[in-house]
Structures are given as structure tokens and as C-alpha cells.
């Protein structure tokens, strides 16, 4: 059973930083590919972060290139997300997701994870 954990999660004032923690358990091995998702209200939810998990390789939403990191450590079983120079427009509902099986590189498309964490609130105010 997958299982993953979000923490990190808060409420900072614009040009602040958080940083995102999924802790995960479960998937299968031959799984290659996570990624970090958003949710506004009212908005659909987004690829925000992707990580190709074999060779490390990343890939961002426009909206957050260059403020934003994924990486993931396997010692640990822990992928994060550095979020500096936050904005207003990043305040959503932030997921941790695991895609299933094999990809050719990093994704952004939520429809490719179908697993998915409780989610972390991130709050940013002007």
C-alpha cells in the first residue's frame, strides 16, 4: 500500500520560504517518477515539480522556475520541495504524488499520478 506523508507546510509573508517534506512508503520499485502537485480553491489542481527518480533529472511549472526545488533523497525515502521567494499566487493545497510504473522522464500531468498524499496548506500573504 503506497503511503505518503506531507509536512512542511505553513503560512509566510510574500519573498518567504518553506520547505516541503513527503515522507513515502510502499510504491513499487519499478516506479520512477514523483512529483510535487497544487491545489487553489476553485482552481484545478497543477503540476508544480517533477523529479525523474533514476537519473535525478527535474522538471518545473513555468510559475515556479527558478524559486523552486525538488529533489529527493533515498537514504530516506523523502522528497521535498524548496519554495523561496514565495508569492500570493502560490498559496494552494500542496500534494506529494508517486506516479505507478515506468516513465521516459519527469511529468507534470496530474492525470500521471495516481497516488496521492493528505496534502500540505501553504499560505502566502501580501
Known amino acids: 500500500q503506497v503511503q505518503l506523508v506531507e509536512s512542511g507546510g505553513g503560512s509566510v509573508q510574500a519573498g518567504g520560504s518553506l520547505k516541503l517534506s513527503c515522507t513515502t512508503s510502499g510504491y513499487s520499485s519499478t516506479t520512477n517518477y514523483m512529483a510535487w502537485l497544487r491545489q487553489a480553491p476553485g482552481k484545478e489542481r497543477e503540476g508544480v515539480a517533477g523529479?525523474?527518480?533514476?537519473?535525478?533529472?527535474?522538471v518545473y511549472n513555468d510559475d515556479v522556475k527558478g524559486r523552486f526545488t525538488i529533489s529527493l533523497d533515498n537514504a530516506k525515502n523523502t522528497m521535498y520541495l524548496q519554495m523561496n521567494a514565495l508569492k500570493p499566487e502560490d498559496s494552494a493545497m500542496y500534494y506529494c504524488a508517486v506516479g505507478a510504473g515506468w516513465a521516459s522522464g519527469p511529468t507534470l500531468a496530474p492525470s500521471r499520478y495516481p497516488h496521492w498524499g493528505q496534502g500540505t496548506q501553504v499560505t502566502v500573504s501580501s
Open positions: 523529479i525523474y527518480t533514476l537519473r535525478g533529472s527535474t
